[in-house]
């Protein structure tokens, strides 16, 4: 059984907009301290795109994703968004959910299979 299911990702033209969300087992969303948005681009090295506290909310941006993205987390669902506005053609990836049950929101052990985002000039 998958722990974490992302989905919403699709083909937008830049200014655009996409919402993923990442579906977590009861398990996973309870027992993870922090759960965050990763991507990573051909050639490229993985880059963590934003981190949310599951108790506290308190969330964490990259910079070049600061003001543009928004990452929001629902206990009822069990799932973690990101919103994703102004979409730039950097911003193409293969975007992952992650999960961390350590307090600093790092060692993430729990990973999505990924969504893929495509974004043209």
């Known amino acids: 059984q998958e722990q974490l299911v992302e989905s919403g990702g699709g083909s937008v033209q830049a200014g655009g907009s996409l919402r993923l969300s990442c579906a977590a087992s009861?398990?996973?969303?309870?027992?993870?301290?922090?759960m965050a948005w990763f991507r990573q681009a051909p050639g490229k090295e993985r880059e963590e795109v934003a981190s949310?506290?599951?108790?506290?909310?308190?969330?964490y941006y990259a910079d070049s994703v600061k003001e543009r993205f928004t990452i929001s987390r629902d206990h009822a669902k069990n799932t973690v968004d990101l919103q994703m506005n102004g979409l730039k053609p950097e911003d193409a990836a293969m975007y992952y959910c992650a999960a961390s049950p350590k307090r600093g929101c790092e060692d993430f052990d729990s990973w999505g299979q990924g969504t893929q985002v495509t974004v043209s000039s």
């Open positions: 009861v398990y996973t969303y309870y027992s993870s301290n922090c």
């Open positions: 949310i506290y599951i108790g506290n909310g308190r969330t």
